[in-house]
């Protein structure tokens, strides 16, 4: 295609909203009339399930729950009064508890103002904070925020140790919907120990935000906790970042987080629009189905040419991957469905792994990110009429061109600067592009029966590791390693092999003798 036609072709499908200043261009994916004329009646379908999940649908069949996140930015959509008023208060008392806070109304026992904030979360309940907080927090905001998203001892006793005697000025955000996730359990247990080593009270620095009623919540109102925060049933983690869990966070880092809903709720207001070429979220899906065959085939690679922006990529890793990734479509059909997400920024990658992108296997689609302001003073000419930003301008501009020339698509989504409402409107935009993609490949993108089985078998090793412990006590002697496990039971030789590895190797009361290149020979022994 020559360049009189490409240039027609980008005027063609480039989408652009006025009100957000947001740009998206999908002219450099190489779909064409007679594919988007097939699709139609899927997008149709597609319009009629978002509309019906947005009115109350049961979304999530395994746990019979709605999937509402879009309401959390338009309370006026909550399919019951009850559901709104609960919406609106939960924003009310975010408010009021930010600004009791800030004022050091609420403060550590010792000092009159919390410093610092401790997230204790796992999946989409650090994901979104993260990325919010690398995006948007200010370089002095009032209040500095960590994060602890696993359950590493080491790099919990990073973040603690960064701390320091910090610990004693920061709040605490325990964050769980059901309070039995076992990462988020060990990291508040983790921290509850470090505050009682330094002679502190834990319930006078925690806030929960978790489900009503639930393990955590309980616990929270037993203890007497400075406040609990709901997390709701119809909102997933993944989706969670406009609900308590990103917007408490969000706020007392001094982040606009009236901005960032507003933000989103304009998008999504854009995205219901019944029009393919009218509606931005519906040309992602359309892009995505084109590149990867509507079977998940080229991989999809994020490049944020910002750095602010640094963990979108990461951020979107997840919303897709969780969402798309499912073996089973709705009709119970085996198909292995999936989009597979990575990245990282311009132009740091384009010394990382372009090279391979431009020339190597053709197994991906790209999506830059562009930020059309450099920054937000004016900037010096590192060249005669060039500055740093144009540069990066260039190096963007530069890699969309010589990756298309040698085949390879692209999408490129704008915005004018890094805002907490372009921030709100961006979250929006992929939220509802991975539902309409989930509609046209008939899967169900709420649901996450992978992550369970994962859950339920990392709790079987940890049951067999009681029980080893148990069997090489009570055996009062060595035992081998084949022994000991026909004592425990099952043929698991092999997971025993790496428990009391790792038990041994930790002093967490087991002995192992022998080589361990050649497990044959291990006798096991309480130490």
Do not use: C
């Not at 049933?233 to 987080?257: F, H, K």
């Not at 690679?301 to 602010?308: C, F, G, H, I, W």
């Amino acid at each position: 295609m020559d360049a009189a036609a490409l240039w027609q072709r980008y005027q063609d499908w480039l989408y652009f909203h006025e009100g957000l200043g947001v740009y998206l261009d999908v002219s450099r994916m190489r779909f064409d009339d007679d594919f988007v004329a097939k699709l139609q009646p899927k997008f149709e379908k597609a319009f009629q399930d978002m509309e019906a999940l947005e009115a109350g649908a049961i979304a999530n069949p395994d746990e019979d729950r709605m999937v509402g996140h879009y309401w959390l930015r338009n309370p006026e959509l909550a399919p019951t009064p009850e559901l709104k008023q609960d919406i609106v208060e939960t924003l009310e008392q975010i408010h009021t508890f930010v600004r009791d806070v800030h004022s050091g109304k609420i403060h550590p026992p010792n000092a009159t103002r919390f410093t610092d904030i401790l997230s204790i979360g796992i999946g989409g309940s650090a994901l979104g904070p993260q990325f919010v907080a690398e995006a948007l927090a200010g370089v002095n905001p009032p209040m500095a925020i960590h994060f602890i998203d696993n359950t590493d001892p080491a790099g919990i006793d990073r973040t603690l140790t960064e701390l320091g005697d910090r610990l004693a000025t920061t709040l605490v955000i325990n964050i769980s919907k059901s309070g039995g996730t076992p990462e988020a359990r060990n990291g508040m247990l983790e921290v509850k120990n470090a505050y009682e080593r330094q002679g502190l009270h834990f319930f006078s620095y925690a806030v929960a935000t978790t489900g009503k009623g639930s393990n955590l919540d309980k616990l929270a109102n037993s203890e007497g906790w400075l406040a609990t925060f709901p997390m709701h049933d119809w909102v997933g983690g993944r989706t969670s970042e406009m609900s308590a869990v990103g917007l408490l966070p969000a706020a007392l880092q001094g982040i606009d987080i009236d901005a960032m809903l507003a933000g989103a709720r304009e998008m999504d207001e854009a995205t219901r629009v019944p029009d393919l070429k009218r509606n931005p979220a519906a040309l992602l899906a359309l892009s995505w189905y084109h590149a990867g065959n509507g079977k998940g085939e080229k991989d999809m690679v994020v490049l944020p040419y910002k750095d602010s922006l640094l963990l979108f990529s990461r951020y979107l890793q997840q919303l897709v991957m969780e969402s798309l990734g499912k073996e089973k479509d709705l009709a119970g059909n085996t198909v292995y469905q999936g989009i597979a997400v990575y990245g990282n920024k311009g132009s740091t990658d384009q010394h990382a792994y372009v090279q391979q992108l431009r020339e190597g296997v053709p197994n991906f689609f790209m999506t830059f990110i562009e930020v059309l302001r450099d920054r937000q003073k004016n900037s010096i000419e590192v060249e005669p009429g060039v500055t740093s930003g144009d540069y990066l301008s260039g190096l963007l501009q530069g890699t969309r061109q010589a990756l298309y020339e040698n085949h390879r698509d692209s999408i490129t989504v704008t915005i004018p600067d890094v805002n907490s409402r372009t921030v709100g409107a961006l979250i929006a935009l992929y939220e509802r592009a991975v539902g309409l993609y989930a509609s046209l490949v008939n899967i169900n993108a709420y649901h996450q029966p992978g992550v369970e089985a994962g859950k339920k078998a990392a709790a079987a090793v940890l049951d067999l590791q009681r029980r080893v412990v148990q069997v090489v006590q009570d055996a009062g002697e060595p035992l081998s390693l084949a022994a000991l496990a026909e004592k425990v039971g099952g043929d698991q030789a092999e997971v025993i092999y790496k428990i009391v590895r790792h038990l041994s190797f930790n002093q967490r009361g087991i002995k192992v003798s022998g080589n361990f290149s050649n497990p044959d020979s291990l006798t096991v022994a309480a130490s």
